[in-house]
C-alpha cells in the first residue's frame, strides 16, 4: 500500500473547497489525509468544518503578527509540525510571500473561480458578467510568485447564461470547484504531476481516457477526470 500524503488546507471563509478535499480523503478518492486546517481569521466556517471531522485546527490570526515574515514563519512552523507535504488554499486570503513560496516550491496548490490566465485577483464573476464572456469556470494551479499566475493543472469550463447574475454563476462554478481540486490533489498524490518548461504535464493513467470529457452537468473539464 502507498503511503498517504499529508496535506495541509489553509483557508479564510466557509471551506466548501475543504470539504471537498475532506471527503475525497475519506472515500478514498484522493490517496491522502488531511493533517491540519489552519485559517488566518477567527471564528470562520471552515474551522468547524475540520473539528467536526475530527481534524486539527488552528487559528493563525495576521492581525496579531508584527508583519508578514513573522505570520508565515508561525504558519511554516505549523504546517512542518503537522508533517504537511501539500497545500492546499482553500479560500486563503492571504498573498504568500516569495519567502513562503520557495520554502514549499511545488508543493502549494491553489483554486480559482476563473478561467487563468484571464480574471485573476478578486471578483472575477462580476468582471466577467460586465465584460460579456460567454463563458467562465474554474482552474487548480501551482502557486508561484505572482497572483494566480502559477503553472496551471486542471480547468473546468461553464457557459455563461443570458440571465446570469454574480451569485447564479459563482455557485455553478463552485460546483465545478468541488470536482477539479479533488482531482489535482489525488494527481499530486499520486505523482503524475510534472513541471516541464514552467507548464504542467499529467503523466497518463488510461491513455483511452485522455480525450476531454464532458460532464453532465455541461461542463468541460480538461485534463479529464481519470
Known amino acids: 500500500m502507498t503511503d498517504r500524503l499529508n496535506i495541509g488546507v489553509l483557508v479564510s471563509g466557509s ?9 475525497g480523503c475519506t472515500n478514498d478518492t484522493i490517496p491522502g489525509r488531511v493533517t491540519v486546517v489552519v485559517s488566518n481569521k477567527d471564528g470562520v466556517f471552515a474551522l468547524e468544518r475540520a473539528r467536526n471531522a475530527g ?4 487559528v493563525i490570526n495576521h492581525d496579531r503578527y508584527g508583519g508578514r515574515e513573522y505570520f ?12 504537511v507535504q501539500l497545500i492546499c488554499l482553500a479560500g ?6 516569495p519567502w513562503f513560496i ?14 487563468l490566465p484571464a480574471f485573476p485577483g478578486l471578483h472575477v464573476q462580476k468582471r466577467a458578467l460586465e465584460m460579456g464572456v460567454r463563458f467562465s469556470g474554474a482552474t487548480v494551479h501551482f502557486v508561484d510568485d505572482g497572483v494566480d499566475t502559477g503553472p496551471i493543472v486542471i480547468q473546468a469550463v461553464v457557459p455563461i447564461l443570458p440571465d446570469d447574475d454574480v451569485d447564479t454563476l459563482s455557485a455553478r462554478i463552485l460546483v465545478q470547484e468541488h470536482r477539479i481540486y479533488p482531482l489535482a490533489v489525488r494527481w499530486f498524490a499520486q505523482k503524475r504531476l510534472r513541471l516541464v518548461n514552467g507548464k504542467v504535464q499529467l503523466d497518463a493513467g488510461l ?11 455541461k461542463a468541460w473539464i480538461h485534463p479529464p477526470a481519470s
Open 15 to 23: 471551506g466548501s473547497n475543504l470539504q471537498a478535499i475532506m471527503d
Open 207 to 217: 491513455e483511452h481516457e485522455r480525450e476531454m470529457t464532458l460532464a453532465a452537468d
Open 92 to 97: 486563503f486570503m492571504r498573498i504568500l510571500s
Open 72 to 83: 508565515e514563519k508561525a504558519l511554516a512552523e505549523v504546517l512542518e509540525q503537522h508533517g
Open 55 to 58: 481534524l486539527p485546527a488552528v
Open 102 to 115: 520557495r520554502y514549499f516550491s511545488g508543493r502549494i496548490l491553489n483554486i480559482h473561480p476563473a478561467l
